[in-house]
Nanobody, 120 residues
Framework: QVQLVESGGGSVQAGGSLRLSCAFSGDTFSDYAMGWFRQAPGKERKFVAA????????YYTDSVKTRFIISRDNAKNTVYLEMTNLKVEDTAVYYC?????????????WGQGTQVAVSS
């Protein structure tokens, strides 16, 4: 069974940076596309960024395109989200997700989330 464990969240001031990590276990990491999502208080969970199994073709929601970078290290079974120039509106619980391309229907596995709080 795939398990995902996020880390790296915390509290920062606007303009600061954080690097989130998500450790993958339970299957072959390089078979999976990976994504980051976030859920702000009182709002629905939304897509942030995703990366293909081979690490190419990352894509982002428009609001983070120039500030966040998603990457992966298939040797370490880990996906990262480098967040810079953080804004108050980036405050949310950030979730890592794994998508098995052999199964239709989107992301099958989710982590427990890590809190990011950005203050002005």
């Amino acid at each position: 069974q795939v398990q995902l464990v996020e880390s790296g969240g915390g509290s920062v001031q606007a303009g600061g940076s954080l690097r989130l990590s998500c450790a993958f276990s339970g299957d072959t990491f390089s078979d999976y596309a990976m994504g980051w999502f976030r859920q702000a208080p009182g709002k629905e969970r939304k897509f942030v960024a995703a990366i293909s199994p081979g690490g190419n073709s990352p894509y982002y929601t428009d609001s983070v395109k120039t500030r966040f970078i998603i990457s992966r290290d298939n040797a370490k079974n880990t996906v990262y989200l480098e967040m810079t120039n953080l804004k108050v509106e980036d405050t949310a619980v950030y979730y890592c997700a794994a998508d098995d391309p052999r199964i239709t229907g989107g992301y099958e596995f989710w982590g427990q989330g890590t809190q990011v709080a950005v203050s002005s």
